[in-house]
């Protein structure tokens, strides 16, 4: 594309959500991505008729319509509908023993029966009580009406019944999620499942995870017919059908582009110049990548004070992965999730003491050869980059360091698969080295580890004229859904107040 007017660096979700909302406004939007596959943390790789995920794995409100899912809103503007298989339940190895638990209240309730008891079905249902009003009022503005201009004052107006009904719990969407939790639950279970939750969405533990979030998760997970959603053929599906509305709108993606440096000339950002030398000019940038490589990509000598507070923002731990291709002959009623907790007393955030195991293939057979399966297991944000930061890729301690650190998985595999090495035909293994490598992020980072008690993620804004940013280094945070609202806002703020309001009024929201 010659002479783009902006250039969005990254196709992360919350890239790919930017560009589609510029292209629908008949912007000239050009995505420069520096791997050879598109979807940042969504993206799907091949390799002897496996298609292996890379990241996200729970996945809901992208296809159904309304929704309250910023990602769904987004392929609903686009025009693009993504195919979903429904399902309710997850396996779980928790110390209390094996469970399925899923969403929905009444399958959550019997699994609190059999654990804990009469007593902590009642402080649940209580609970969810109070959370209900939280979500409602969460919910009763959407992200994609909230931004810094004059339209958010009227969208505020126009839903002041709704607000007003709900004030009284307003008062809760701003701070942490563990306040709540201590005033309604004292059922260790309860405590460490939501704790347990927490951490999965955001990296962080309920003392630090936001609460307006968790409500509305909460709220979403638990009403009667709740169910998850996978997505056919994999988080591709929905990078996929991002790039179809950002395509038909004569947005373009260039892959193995990766950019060297924002230009920067007076304070203002006037375009980028790409690993090869390559220069390409715009009107705006907006930056995709994770706050740390944003910073490096800036010249040293630009907004100084901005660029060391930033870059002094704490991170989340970051990742262990497996990848295995496996024979199905003779598996039924295999999970697509498992979720294993070794010890609740070590704390959540604790280093290899939760894995997450995905198994897509269970619901979707696209995913794997005929009679094969593909599993996914990563540790969620809890590997510390300590560990790693002074080995080299390949070397003899690396390779050793790797099988030593990954061996944490085979317990909760075997437990669901015991002669899962028999069966084996691929094995990959990925550390936060793996992690930054093919993901761009600043020590396999999950994102800023920023607690919900002292502040919000800051906003898309920097010091430097027509630099705007985008993704899980800014509000409202780390997950699908906010990243894609990240995405939706950046947009905004380019476009102003008139398409917001259009786009509101197209969506119904």
Known sequence: MKNPEIIVIGSGIGGLCCAGLLAKAEKKVLILEAHSKPGGAAHSFKKNGYKFESGPSLWSGIGSWPT??????????????????????????????????GVGDKVFIEQIRSISGRDAIK???????????????ANAIPLLAINSNKETIFQLIKRRKKLLKNLKSFKYLGGAFGKLVDDHLQDPFLRNWVDLLCFLISGLTKEETNAAA?????????????????????????????LRGIYSYGGELKLNSKVNQIIVKNNKAIGIELENGEKILSNHIVCN?????????????????????????????????????????????????????DNWSKGITTDRNVVVLSIPSTLDPTMAPANKHILHGYTPANEPWEKWENLKIGSEEYIKTKEERCSIFWKPIKKIIPDIEERIEIKMLGTPLTHQ??????????GPALSAED???????????????????????????????????????????????????????
């Open 123 to 137: 402080e649940w249902e209580n609970f969810i009580k109070v959370i209900k009003p939280i979500g409602v009022a």
């Open 289 to 341: 990548a994770d706050i740390w490589n944003t910073i490096e990509l800036l010249p040293k000598d630009v907004a100084k004070i901005w660029s060391t507070d930033r870059k002094n923002i704490p991170k989340c731990k970051s990742f262990l992965h497996i990848h295995l291709g496996f024979k199905a002959e003779g598996l039924k009623n295999i999970p697509l999730h498992s979720i294993w907790v």
């Open 455 to 509: 502040e919000l993620f800051p906003g898309n804004n920097c010091p430097i004229k027509n630099l705007l940013l985008c993704g899980s280094s800014t509000f409202p945070g780390i997950g699908i859904p906010p990243v894609a609202a990240s995405g939706a806002r950046t947009a905004i703020k380019i476009l102003g107040p008139r398409f917001q309001r259009n786009l509101i009024n197209e969506l119904g929201i």
């Open 437 to 446: 490598r093919f993901l761009n992020t600043k020590n396999g980072t999950y």
């Open 68 to 101: 309250t899912n910023p990602l769904g809103q987004v392929l609903k503007a686009l025009n693009q509908k993504v195919e979903i298989i429904k399902y309710q339940d997850w396996g779980v190895q928790i110390p209390e023993g094996d469970y399925t638990i």
């Open 214 to 242: 968790m409500a509305t998760l909460l709220d979403d997970w638990f009403k009667p017919n709740a169910y998850l959603e996978y997505p056919k053929g994999g988080s591709e599906s929905v990078v996929n059908a991002l």
